[in-house]
């Protein structure tokens, strides 16, 4: 599968190959790395380039180490773990605000909600059906659904059918839980489970633009009602 390679820094063309391999195809999420050994034969390297081309694209996030006797190197699974954590970085270093999240859910989710409206099959719209259900049960007896908030986003977004929405809107929901007040009123509740049971109602009527619309008003409402509660947390 790979060839032998030939310069100062022959961890980086290993690095390179392997990036490449996952790429287009030739390796896929789950697949297991040849071992060890096999690589230094492989790519005629010693076995310190190897292992450093190994950890580096274990810092980029494409492969998984896993120990024990069925163990090795993996090709993970893409998500928006790397993503949501620079994202998190950001926030514990003070430099991302309710204020900044607001703006950006505002420019990218309207159209995600569109998109949903046009493209969800029956299966999508039961799962937000669920979900929506799911909240308002649990909004009943106190208990927080802020899991079920942003489950309910992502649902949307995987319902738009276009993965770079579904990576963004990933992140961005893990953020908001971070920063989001775990403890809101009665009233918020409501107003949140309102929304939501607006914007599938749009979406399982196949009406884009009403999906658009009522998405743009949830989000408004949502960061008032966040606002207040950014300015009275501890900084960073």
Same mark, same amino acid.
């Given at each position: 599968?790979?060839? /032998?390679?030939?310069? *100062?820094r022959?961890?980086?063309?290993?690095?390179?190959?392997?990036? /490449?391999?996952?790429?287009?195809g030739?390796?896929?999420?789950?697949d297991?790395?040849p *071992?060890?050994?096999? &690589?230094?034969?492989q790519?005629?390297? /010693?076995r310190?380039?190897?292992?450093?081309? &190994?950890?580096?694209?274990?810092h980029?996030?494409?492969?998984?180490?896993?120990?024990?006797?069925?163990?090795?190197?993996?090709?993970?699974?893409?998500? +928006?773990?790397? &993503?949501?954590?620079?994202?998190?970085?950001?926030?514990?270093?003070?430099?991302?605000?309710?204020?900044?999240?607001?703006? =950006?859910r505002?420019?990218i989710? *309207?159209?995600? =909600?569109?998109?949903?409206?046009?493209?969800a099959?029956?299966v999508?719209?039961?799962?937000?059906?669920?979900?929506v259900?799911?909240?308002?049960?649990?909004?009943?007896?106190?208990?927080?659904?802020?899991?079920?908030?942003?489950?309910?986003?992502?649902?949307?977004? @995987?319902a738009?059918?276009? *993965?770079?929405? @579904?990576?963004?809107?990933?992140?961005?929901?893990?953020?908001?839980?971070?920063? +989001?007040?775990p403890?809101?009123?009665?009233?918020?509740?409501?107003?949140?489970?309102? @929304?939501?049971?607006t914007?599938l @109602? =749009?979406i399982?009527?196949?009406?884009?633009?009403? =999906?658009?619309?009522a998405?743009?008003?949830?989000?408004?409402?949502?960061?008032?009602?966040?606002?207040?509660?950014?300015? +009275? +947390?501890?900084?960073?």
């Amino acid at each position: 599968m790979f060839t /032998s390679v030939r310069t *100062p820094r022959v961890y980086e063309h290993i690095v390179e190959q392997i990036e /490449s391999a996952i790429f287009d195809g030739r390796l896929r999420s789950g697949d297991r790395l040849p *071992p060890e050994r096999e &690589l230094v034969r492989q790519f005629s390297a /010693s076995r310190v380039a190897v292992r450093e081309a &190994l950890r580096t694209l274990e810092h980029r996030g494409l492969i998984d180490v896993r120990h024990g006797s069925s163990g090795g190197h993996f090709v993970r699974d893409m998500d +928006a773990g790397l &993503l949501r954590r620079d994202f998190t970085t950001l926030l514990r270093l003070g430099r991302i605000s309710m204020a900044h999240l607001g703006e =950006a859910r505002l420019g990218i989710e *309207p159209e995600v =909600a569109r998109l949903a409206a046009e493209r969800a099959t029956d299966v999508d719209v039961k799962k937000l059906r669920e979900v929506v259900d799911q909240r308002g049960a649990v909004a009943v007896t106190g208990q927080s659904a802020r899991a079920l908030d942003t489950g309910f986003h992502r649902l949307i977004a @995987a319902a738009a059918k276009n *993965p770079v929405h @579904a990576l963004l809107i990933d992140a961005l929901m893990g953020l908001e839980a971070e920063v +989001a007040a775990p403890a809101m009123s009665d009233d918020d509740h409501a107003h949140i489970g309102a @929304a939501h049971e607006t914007i599938l @109602a =749009a979406i399982a009527g196949r009406r884009p633009e009403d =999906a658009r619309a009522a998405m743009v008003a949830h989000i408004v409402d949502l960061g008032r009602r966040l606002r207040p509660l950014e300015h +009275a +947390a501890p900084g960073p």
